[in-house]
C-alpha cells in the first residue's frame, strides 16, 4: 500500500509539474510573439500600455490561427504518445518525467542491480530492484541446436524471434565475457562470438578458440548452438565443466587482488553456474531426473545467492516429475516469499498442490448444493491467486489455446510465461485427478467474468493532450464560425490575464520613488 500510495503521489507531481510546464511554455512563447510584433524595448512603463493596445486591435483571424496552431500541436503531441503507449506500452512524457524530474522532485531511482551485485551478495537490494523488471530469462529454455533447430528442419519455420534471440545475445555478454578478456586469446575470440548474429560465425569462432585454448564457454555454445542431439549437448557440457572448474579455482585465489580479478571471478561463477544447471537440465531431459534433482540441490547449495537464474523453478518441475510433492512443498515454503518475485510456475505450483488434495472427489454439483469445504475453499482461492496473477495459463492447460515452442525469455504475468509453463508443466496437471476439472470450474466461475486484470489504463498525458487538442479546436472553430463574439471572449479572457501584473506594476510604481523607477525600466 505505501509502494503504490509512494507511485501515485509521484505520477501526480509528474503530471502537476508538465502541466504547468505546458501552460507556462505556450504563455512564454506567445509574450515572445507580442514583443517580436511590437518590437519595441522591454520597458515595462511603455510596454504594458502598447501590448494592451496591441490586444485590442488583434483581428479574429489572429485567434483561428492561434487556436488551430494549439490544436495542431496537440494533436501531433497525442498521435506521438499513442503511437509510443501501443508500442512500449508506457507514456513518453511520463517516462521522461520520472527518469529526468524525480530527482528535482525528491524521487528516487530505482535502478535494477547488475549481475555482479547480485553475485556479491547484494541479495537485499537486489530483491527489490529485480522484482521491477518484467522481461526475465526462461528458467527451463530448449536447446537451439538439439530442440529448437529440429522443429526448423522440420517446417522450416524459424521458432524464435530476432527481439528473443538479441536478449539472449545480451545475456551472452553480460554472463560469459568480462573486461580482461582481451588478455586472453580465446576469450578475446569468443567475445566477439557471442555478438555474432549469424549462427555459423559462432560456431566457426567458437572451434577458432578451441583450437587455442580449452575455453568452457566454446564448450558452451557449440553445446547449445551445434549439438544436434542432447547426449552431445552432454558430452560437450562436461568439457565445459573440466575446463570452467580450473578457471573458476584459478580466479577465486586471486579474486581478492583486483578489480580486474574480482571481475573475472564473477565471469567464471556465472559460467560455472550456467554449466551445471544445463547439465542438470540434460539429466532430467535424458530421463535421469533423481540424478538432476540432486544436482539442481547440490547448485542451489554451492551458490545460494545467485536466485537470478531462478534454479528452483527447474528442480519444482523435477520434483513434479517423480511425484515428490512433499518436497515440492517445502521448496514453495523457501520461495514463495512476498520479497522475492512470483513466477507463474511457484503461483500455479502453489494451487496444483492444494487442488491434489480434493480434486478426485470434486463436484461441481455436490459443491452447489452443500457448499465448499474448508480444503476445497482453500484450493479455490489459491487457483484464484494463481489466475489473478497470470489469467493466461487456465487456457493453455485447458487447451482452449494451441502450445508453441516456449521461448528463451518470458514477460512476467505474459501470454509468453503462461505458454512456458504450460509447455512443461501440462503433465504433471494431467497427472493429478481431477485438478483440470477443478481449474475449468474456477475458470469458468463469476471470478473470470468479473476479474479484469491485467486491463492496461490509458497514461494521464495521452487523455491530458486528447483534451488540449479538442479543446483548442474547438476554440479554433468557435472562433472561425463566430468571430466577433469569440474576439469580444478573447479579449476578455487576456485583459483578465494581465490584470494581475497590471496590479502588480501599479503597486510597485506607487511604492519605488520616481528616480528609481526610471532607472529599472532603462535596463
Not at 422 to 449: D, P, S, Y
Request: some cysteine; glycine content about 4%; hydrophobic content about 45%.
Amino acid at each position: 500500500m505505501a509502494e503504490a500510495g509512494t507511485g501515485f503521489l509521484e505520477q501526480l507531481k509528474s503530471c502537476i509539474v508538465w502541466s504547468w510546464t505546458y501552460l507556462w511554455t505556450l504563455w512564454f512563447f506567445i509574450m515572445l510573439f507580442l514583443v517580436y510584433i511590437l518590437r519595441v524595448p522591454l520597458k515595462i512603463n511603455d510596454n504594458l500600455t502598447t501590448v494592451s493596445m496591441f490586444l485590442n486591435t488583434l483581428t479574429p483571424k489572429f485567434y483561428v490561427a492561434l487556436t488551430g496552431t494549439s490544436s495542431l500541436i496537440s494533436g501531433l503531441i497525442l498521435i506521438f504518445e499513442w503511437w509510443y503507449f501501443r508500442k512500449y506500452g508506457t507514456s513518453f512524457i511520463e517516462q521522461v518525467s520520472v527518469s529526468h524530474l524525480r530527482p528535482l522532485l525528491g524521487g528516487v531511482d530505482n535502478s535494477a542491480p547488475s549481475a555482479a551485485s547480485a553475485a556479491n551478495g547484494d541479495a537485499d537490494s537486489g530483491r527489490q530492484s529485480v522484482s521491477e523488471c518484467k522481461v526475465w530469462r526462461n528458467p527451463l529454455n530448449l536447446f537451439r541446436g538439439a530442440e529448437y533447430n529440429r522443429y526448423t528442419w522440420v517446417t522450416g519455420r524459424e521458432p524464435l524471434t530476432y527481439y528473443d534471440m538479441n536478449l539472449s545475445a545480451q545475456d551472452h555478454q553480460t554472463f560469459f565475457t568480462c573486461d580482461t578478456d582481451h588478455l586472453r586469446p580465446a576469450d578475446a575470440i569468443m567475445q566477439k562470438a557471442w555478438r555474432e548474429r549469424n549462427p555459423q560465425a559462432r560456431i566457426s569462432a567458437a572451434h577458432e578458440a578451441l583450437e587455442l585454448n580449452e575455453c568452457a564457454t566454446a564448450y558452451i555454445l557449440l553445446a547449445e548452438e551445434e549439438a544436434t542431439t542432447i547426449v552431445e549437448a552432454e558430452k560437450l557440457f562436461k568439457q565445459a565443466l573440466k575446463a570452467g572448474e580450473g578457471c573458476y579455482r584459478r580466479s577465486q585465489q586471486l579474486q581478492h587482488h583486483g578489480a580486474q580479478y574480482e571481475a573475472q571471478h564473477r565471469r567464471d561463477t556465472n559460467v560455472l553456474v550456467y554449466i551445471k544447471r544445463r547439465l542438470a537440465m540434460c539429466a532430467r531431459k535424458l530421463g535421469r531426473t533423481r540424478e538432476a534433482v540432486k544436482m539442481m540441490r547440490d547448485l542451489m547449495k554451492e551458490f545460494p545467492l545467485l536466485s537470478m537464474f531462478n534454479i528452483h523453478e527447474n528442480l519444482l518441475e523435477a520434483l513434479l516429475e517423480l511425484q515428490a510433492y512433499a518436497d515440492v512443498q517445502a521448496v514453495l515454503a523457501k520461495y514463495d516469499d512476498i520479497s522475492l518475485p512470483k513466477s507463474a510456475t511457484i503461483c500455479y505450483t502453489a494451487a496444483l498442490l492444494k487442488a491434489r488434495a480434493v480434486s478426485d472427489k470434486f463436484s461441481p454439483e455436490a459443491a452447489s448444493r452443500r457448499g465448499l469445504s474448508t480444503a476445497e475453499m482453500n484450493a479455490v482461492e489459491a487457483i484464484h491467486r494463481a489466475v489473478e496473477f497470470n489469467p493466461h495459463v487456465p487456457k493453455y492447460l485447458l487447451e482452449m489455446k494451441s502450445l508453441i515452442l516456449p521461448p528463451e525469455h518470458i514477460l512476467k504475468r505474459g501470454d509468453s510465461e503462461a505458454i512456458a509453463y504450460a509447455f512443461f508443466h501440462l503433465q504433471h496437471w494431467k497427472r493429478v485427478e481431477g485438478a483440470l476439472n477443478l481449474l475449468h470450474c474456477t475458470w469458468e466461475g463469476t471470478f473470470h467474468e468479473v476479474s479484469v486484470y491485467p486491463k492496461k489504463e490509458l497514461p494521464f498525458f495521452i487523455l491530458f493532450t486528447a483534451g488540449l487538442c479538442s479543446f483548442t479546436a474547438m476554440l479554433a472553430l468557435l472562433t472561425h464560425q463566430f468571430p466577433e463574439l469569440m474576439g469580444v471572449f478573447a479579449k476578455a479572457f487576456l485583459s483578465t490575464l494581465f490584470a494581475p501584473l497590471n496590479f502588480v506594476m501599479e503597486k510597485v510604481e506607487s511604492i519605488l520613488p520616481s528616480s528609481l523607477w526610471h532607472q529599472l525600466t532603462r535596463i
